[in-house]
Structure formats: C-alpha cells, structure tokens
C-alpha cells in the first residue's frame, strides 16, 4: 500500500513506557496534560497515558466515575446541570 501511495500510516501502539497501574498515577497523568499538576513533567505524562492500554483505561474510567457517584450522588457532578 505504502509503494502504490495507497491510504494513510497507523499508530502502531508499543510504547517503550510502563502505562499507568494504578487509578492515582492515572489521574495524576491526565491532570498533569490539563497543566493542573507538577509532579510529573508533560513528557512522562504523555507517555504514561500512551502507555496504559485502552481496556485499562476503560477500567480506570469506571472506577472514577464509581467514585464520584460516590461523592454527588447518581448524576456523579458536583453542579447538577440546571436544566
């Protein structure tokens, strides 16, 4: 495909990076892309959230938004939508 100049390239995904193991280094991660943190510096966050998998990050969404059932009831956000 590439020699007749056919479709595009894919992202192949085999990141030389460990993904994020746990919740917390996950949501430290996405929160450092959102320049909410500095504990990790934008590089490393970039390739941890390269890194996790996505059937991981799937089960790390639903544990966050088990959480925040947790904490603001079932809509699981702070402000209710007003409408």
Not at 22 to 34: D, F, K, M, P, Q
Request: proline share 7%.
């Amino acid at each position: 495909m590439r020699a007749a100049g056919i479709g595009r390239r894919t992202r192949q995904r085999n990141p030389a990076a460990k993904g994020a193991e746990s919740v917390e280094l996950w949501g430290l991660a996405v929160s450092r892309l959102h320049d909410e943190h500095d504990e990790l510096t934008l590089p490393e966050a970039v390739a941890i959230v390269r890194a996790t998998p996505p059937e991981k990050r799937s089960e790390f969404a639903r544990e966050i938004w088990r959480i925040r059932r947790e904490r603001y009831g079932s809509s699981g956000r702070y402000d209710p939508v007003p409408f």
